[in-house]
């Protein structure tokens, strides 16, 4: 099956190309290629050896009965491929069908560098190709509109100033029903953590804040949060191709720790933001060094468990699974110590699935995918396929997972293959059985 027979209609890819011509979609590509991917694109593309090992690694190709059309490779040579062969005179309907691959087929999961030979990052060929449709004007309704949001308020869910101060403020009271003394302190400098979420946070996942509010609260951490737009460490700009605003982003976010003096930022449990922090964000501004320290939570969970900053008066009953977020395990070896933390907080075996650490599969939403919405998700889910025959294997009931885009992904995956199992965050669980301070 080709491009051509699972074309998915989309209001944002098809307005988009409506609006193009060759010369259009020639100029523009060659722009890009010219003026921004150097080297390293064109020795990607050559020294591909077609040698068809990283059609294994991918878990749309696993998951729709080894058909090639999904390999990497394959991926490849469908989009950017066919740009560098024409010197980027294709047609609009041909850049609709490149859009569909590069956003919605591909979640830069980075698992198909692990197979090949000779390094070929498939990951960076395909957000190339995002960032050429993002020229164009291509890019799928949905996530473009959160693109917006982070461009008119620097969050994307258009959370209003006041309603984030608000949404703080009713965390805040309601935890101090059970922790009287529990403050979530706003704009305090010189404060030694710099805690950013995520915009779903504050919009329909306020419990993290809350579990996350008492857990430094019991650990006695000496912490913030901003009160002023740039505490949203997401970054749907990013997967867009949006290179700019991701810039900007980036800035607004150490800008806002820098103005409050902190020491570092703790991440939530979120796996794309930290790799825009680490390892695209920083570097489009610019940055050899973060300009303030950052932390991922599994890190930071890590030492408040290992400190005895947090104690345990139970542990969570185990056997348990667990999904290792691309970004965080992948792309930055957190592996190890975020094992390290569940064999703490949970009593009994951690059963791994069949591909785990750096080969672990993606949850099939990460990359922006689960981002273009809708008019994707069964095609989505369908990808999740391979992932869902593994959790299945495992044969237990507990997923802990420390990133959203993974919650989300598995959410719909557990659903769709009647897996019966419950996924956790970490915080979850640290909130389930940590010790409560004395009043």
Same mark, same amino acid.
């Given at each position: 099956m080709g491009i051509q027979d699972r074309l998915i209609e989309d209001v944002g890819l098809r307005e988009g190309v409506s609006r193009l011509t060759e010369d259009k979609i020639q100029k523009t590509v060659n722009a890009v290629i010219q003026g921004e991917t150097g080297a390293r694109l064109k020795a990607y593309a050559e020294i591909c050896l077609r040698c068809g090992m990283c059609t294994e690694a991918c878990h749309f190709y696993l998951s729709h009965d080894q058909d090639p059309s999904y390999a990497?490779?394959?991926?490849?040579?469908q989009t950017i491929g066919t740009l560098l062969a024409n010197s980027g005179r294709v047609s609009p309907d041909q850049i609709y069908n490149m859009a569909q691959i590069a956003y919605s087929e591909c979640n830069l999961c980075r698992r198909c560098v692990?197979?090949?030979?000779? !390094?070929?990052?498939? %990951?960076? /060929? /395909?957000?190339? /190709?995002? #960032?050429?449709?993002?020229?164009?004007?291509?890019?799928?309704?949905?996530?473009?509109?959160? %693109?917006?949001?982070?461009?008119a308020t620097f969050n994307q869910m258009w959370v209003k100033d006041d309603e984030w101060t608000d949404t703080l403020q009713w965390q805040?009271?309601?935890? #101090?029903d059970e922790f009287p003394d529990l403050r979530i302190p706003l704009d305090k400098e010189g404060a030694d953590v710099y805690y950013s979420v995520i915009a779903p946070e504050p919009k329909f996942r306020t419990q993290l804040i809350y579990q996350a509010a008492a857990i430094l609260h019991t650990a006695k951490i000496d912490w913030t949060m901003p009160a002023e737009p740039g505490w949203d460490n997401s970054d749907m700009c990013m997967f867009t191709g949006d290179f700019e605003m991701m810039g900007r982003l980036k800035r607004k976010h150490f800008e806002s720790a820098?103005?409050?003096?902190?020491?570092?930022?703790? /991440?939530?449990?979120?796996?794309?933001?930290? #790799?825009? &922090?680490?390892?695209?964000?920083?570097?489009?501004?610019?940055?050899?060094?973060?300009?303030?320290?950052?932390?991922?939570?599994?890190?930071?969970?890590?030492? =408040?468990?290992?400190? !005895?900053?947090i104690k345990l008066v139970s542990k969570y009953p185990g056997p348990v699974t667990l999904q290792d977020p691309c970004n965080i395990v992948r792309g930055r070896g957190l592996g190890d110590k975020l094992r390290e933390v569940i064999r703490i907080l949970v009593d009994g075996e951690i059963v791994e699935t069949a591909s785990n #650490?750096?080969?672990?599969?993606?949850?099939?939403?990460? !990359?922006? &995918?689960?981002?273009?919405?809708?008019?994707?998700?069964?095609?989505? &889910?369908?990808?999740?396929?391979?992932?869902?025959?593994?959790?299945?294997?495992?044969?237990v009931k507990t997923i802990i997972a420390p990133c959203h885009n993974?919650?989300?992904? =598995?959410?719909?995956?557990?659903?769709?293959y009647e897996l019966g199992m419950e996924i956790k965050f970490l915080g979850d669980i640290i909130y389930q059985c940590m010790e409560r301070p004395e009043t």
């Open positions: 990497p490779a394959a991926k490849v040579k692990h197979f090949c030979p000779v !390094g070929v990052d498939t %990951a960076y /060929m /395909m957000i190339t /190709m995002r #960032r050429i449709c993002h020229k164009l004007g291509v890019t799928p309704q949905y996530i473009q509109d959160t %693109a917006h949001s982070h461009s805040e009271d309601e935890a #101090r820098q103005k409050l003096k902190v020491k570092r930022i703790v /991440m939530g449990e979120c796996g794309h933001a930290f #790799r825009s &922090v680490y390892d695209v964000g920083n570097r489009w501004a610019g940055w050899k060094h973060y300009p303030v320290p950052v932390v991922h939570s599994v890190e930071f969970f890590w030492e =408040l468990l290992t400190q !005895g900053k #650490r750096e080969h672990n599969l993606c949850c099939s939403a990460g !990359g922006g &995918v689960i981002n273009c919405g809708p008019p994707f998700k069964n095609a989505r &889910v369908a990808a999740c396929k391979a992932k869902a025959d593994q959790l299945r294997a495992t044969g993974c919650h989300g992904g =598995l959410d719909d995956t557990v659903h769709k």
